[in-house]
């Protein structure tokens, strides 16, 4: 029988989901637009309605077949660079090393610009072409900074970011041959995310900042539960290194909704790791606390791409800190020696070549099996969060 595309058409229409921003405050919902914060001041987050009516593509190729469950209206707004669907590697030799069993790698370094930031960029930029906005900005590190300029030149639109001053060169190499501006900023992250912030405000720019302030950037990140669902039983634990933390809800967030569709009974575990010289959410975790509050001793790690002292927007720790209670997972510290035992042995094992933000949650896995934190015969998914090509001072 011949297929009725048009009639397949007419029933996606009359099934769109209906999507809203909510205050994870106060509570009250907005309409979809240029909204970074509630005016109570609380973060907010888009939510969707009618689960039960969404169905999970079979076959999916691209991050945009879950299109159902990302906050657009048109898919004609969609600005690809064919990103996400990125390989889940089971390890062998690492799995046989560290002596558990199911040890999984998402392989984040194979998406386009390097680095999962192409998740939550196709997806903030696809909307800022909704919403008819003509001129990005946002602070980085610099992979989030790279792969928005990578997705700000296939939309045409201009780009402006401002990046911490000791920013790996390769990272602000891909963000100059994109075309953005780059502000180079003295001094920590936080910094440059409040110089972002001041010039969205004077030019009421559209900010696509991977901390929580953009509720459509994240909701990218979320895809990565969808993928590995389509391959494997809910693991255990999920070990995502974290700055703000945006990826690591959204991850949690991904599988809340695969829960709500009726697709999974339990959920993961959710391990936040930050490196010693910077900790403001694990230190938090290990307290006990309920709040983070910003790190105010020096930043000094070799993993410069999760270094978030998260000053002036603390809340955004806080939410994170709250979904790794939530999950019942944990929070852990790794130092720089540590993280580079754990590059060399990924890359020599498995033939990953990770940057040392990108690769910190293997040294976290060896910690948490030492301290028995997690068993060996846990289900495990390592994030490996972006390229080791990005960062080969740290490896020369
Ligand atoms: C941005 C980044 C992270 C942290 O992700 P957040 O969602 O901002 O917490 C981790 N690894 C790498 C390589 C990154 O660039
Ligand atoms: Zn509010």
């Not at 559209?206 to 389509?230: A, C, H, Q, R």
């Amino acid at each position: 029988m011949v297929k009725n595309l048009k009639r397949e058409g007419y029933f996606k229409e009359v099934f769109t989901i209906k999507k809203e921003i909510k205050c994870t405050k106060c509570g009250k919902k907005f309409n979809m637009k240029n909204i970074l914060k509630c005016e109570c001041g609380g973060i907010v987050e888009v939510v969707l309605h009618n689960y039960s009516e969404i169905k999970i593509p079979q076959n999916p190729n691209s991050m945009w077949d879950y299109f159902e469950l990302l906050p657009l209206e048109d898919k004609d707004n969609i600005i690809t660079l064919s990103e996400g669907m990125t390989p889940l590697l089971k390890t062998e030799n690492l799995s046989r090393q560290l002596g558990i069993k199911n040890l999984f790698i998402k392989d984040e370094t194979r998406n386009p610009t390097g680095s999962f930031k192409d998740r939550p960029n196709t997806m903030a930029i696809s909307k800022a072409k909704e919403l008819g906005i003509k001129t990005i900005t946002i602070a980085s590190s610099g992979n989030a900074s790279a792969s928005a300029a990578a997705y700000a030149a296939k939309a045409q639109m201009k780009c402006v970011v401002f990046v911490p001053e000791n920013t790996p060169e390769a990272k602000l190499a891909q963000a100059k041959c994109y075309g953005a501006e780059i502000n180079r900023i003295p001094g920590n992250y936080s910094n440059a995310f409040n110089k972002a912030l001041e010039a969205t405000k004077k030019n009421n720019w559209f900010n696509v900042t991977s901390t929580y302030l953009n509720p459509y950037s994240y909701e990218g990140d979320k895809t990565v539960s969808y993928e590995i669902d389509k391959l494997i039983d809910v693991p255990d634990y999920i070990f995502v290194p974290i700055g703000a933390g945006p990826l690591l809800h959204g991850i949690y967030k991904g599988y809340k909704e695969l829960r709500k569709m009726g697709y999974v009974k339990k959920l993961p575990k959710m391990v936040g790791v930050q490196s010693t010289g910077c900790s403001p959410i694990v230190d938090a975790f290990e307290n006990g606390d309920n709040i983070v509050r910003p790190w105010n001793k020096k930043v000094s790690s070799i993993a410069s791409g999760i270094d978030d002292p998260l000053t002036g927007y603390e809340d955004d720790g806080t939410l994170t800190l709250k979904t790794i209670y939530e999950s019942s997972g944990f929070g852990i510290k790794i130092t720089d020696e540590e993280v580079m035992n754990g590059l060399y042995q990924l890359a020599e094992s498995e033939g990953v070549f990770a940057e040392p933000a990108g690769v910190i949650g293997v040294a976290a896995v060896k910690k948490s099996l030492k301290h028995n934190l997690i068993k060996k015969q846990d289900k495990v998914v390592i994030m490996i969060t972006g390229h080791g090509l990005k960062n080969i001072k740290a490896v020369l």
